[in-house]
């Protein structure tokens, strides 16, 4: 049961069916309420006991302070058809996150999340929860640049606000998240303080509000393929920032493998993995080179990303997702740059 008393009202447009209104037109709607959660039972039943009779799919985000392995959880952002729900993990604690585990760690309920990295990250050392069955819309929005015969530049991931800008998906300006992101630049602590203002309750509603819109319409538009490749690609992001070795992966849900039949369709798909690379101390500017020209001529080199964890860290680790032999190719091309000569 939510709680009775909404903070603020925010409009979640999402269309009706592919090709639905567009979150402009859907404006003129009855919005929605928006609820600070600082208790289990202010949730909605259906997302603390998920159920595959009852499957839902949710916008998701996270909020915090430098939000990574060591940084501080804030705000956990929950977007319904009918409500969006602001879990104060500050004045939740413990209690909130493990209550909200099974939902975050379900197969029975879509998590809708634009970069899914350093908020599974955030979760899994701080509070123990493997993120799990997510749809990304950075990833999905890639797949279907790909599927039309676009491909993206080397290390261009398109931002959130892009991704809302864009016309054919929601052709919205988003001018407050670089606002907010200028508060959070001149004090990194925005996200701690109680009582939330109009300012943070509103911003942390927008991050999610138009998530599920999205989803109707990423998924009207990506094949077979690329819906594995999703979900796929998903699972292991999720995962790649949280395992530091390969003993690590047994502690985390298997990756859907290929469909049956994508395998009668497609003689040339083949199974994605995770690697992770330790990187010697004192190598990591040679694997990267220059401005960044090494580490780029790798990515031309193979059809796989390559992550490094930068300034948040892991330092000295590299993470590579992507086709086998593709994978197996960086990692030769990798191991050799960290020789010494």
Not at 116 to 122: I, M, P
Not at 191 to 219: C, G, N, Q, S
Not at 278 to 306: Q, Y
Request: proline share 8%; charged share 25%; hydrophobic share 40%.
């Amino acid at each position: 049961m939510a709680s009775s008393s909404p903070t603020q009202l925010a409009h979640v447009p999402i269309p009706p069916e592919p090709g639905g209104r567009s979150p402009a037109q859907e404006a003129n709607e009855p919005p929605v309420p928006i609820y600070i959660v600082t208790d289990p039972y202010q949730l909605p039943a259906d997302f603390l006991n998920p159920s595959p009779e009852k499957k839902l799919v949710i916008g998701f985000d996270c909020e915090g302070v430098d939000l990574c392995r060591h940084g501080k959880l804030c705000i956990m952002q929950i977007a319904f058809s009918n409500a969006i729900y602001l879990v104060d993990v500050i004045e939740g604690g413990e209690v909130i996150m493990k209550a909200c585990k099974p939902a975050l760690e379900s197969n029975y309920i879509t998590k809708v999340i634009h970069d899914c990295k350093r908020d599974s990250e955030a979760l899994y050392f701080q509070f123990g929860i493997r993120l799990h069955n997510v749809v990304d819309t950075q990833i999905a929005y890639s797949l279907i640049e790909e599927q039309e015969g676009r491909r993206r530049p080397l290390d261009d991931y398109i931002s959130f606000v892009s991704l809302l800008a864009d016309p054919r998906y929601c052709g919205i300006s988003y001018e407050e998240k670089e606002e907010v992101r200028v508060l959070m630049r001149q004090d990194p602590k925005f996200w701690t303080y109680r009582p939330m203002t109009e300012l943070m309750i509103r911003a942390a509603a927008d991050d999610v509000r138009f998530l599920l819109y999205l989803y109707h319409k990423m998924m009207g538009k990506l094949n077979q393929r690329s819906l594995w490749h999703l979900a796929v690609r998903g699972a292991l992001y999720c995962r790649c920032l949280c395992c530091m070795n390969d003993a690590d992966f047994a502690d985390w849900p298997t990756v859907p493998p290929i469909p049956d039949n994508l395998k009668s369709e497609d003689q040339c798909l083949e199974e994605e993995i995770l690697s992770v690379l330790d990187v010697p101390p004192g190598k990591m500017g040679r694997v990267i080179g220059r401005k960044g020209a090494s580490i780029l001529a790798i990515k031309e080199a193979c059809n796989a990303e390559i992550l490094i964890g930068g300034a948040k860290g892991p330092p000295d680790k590299i993470f590579v997702i992507g086709p086998v032999r593709e994978v197996r190719k960086a990692e030769a091309i990798l191991r050799g740059r960290m020789i010494d000569y």
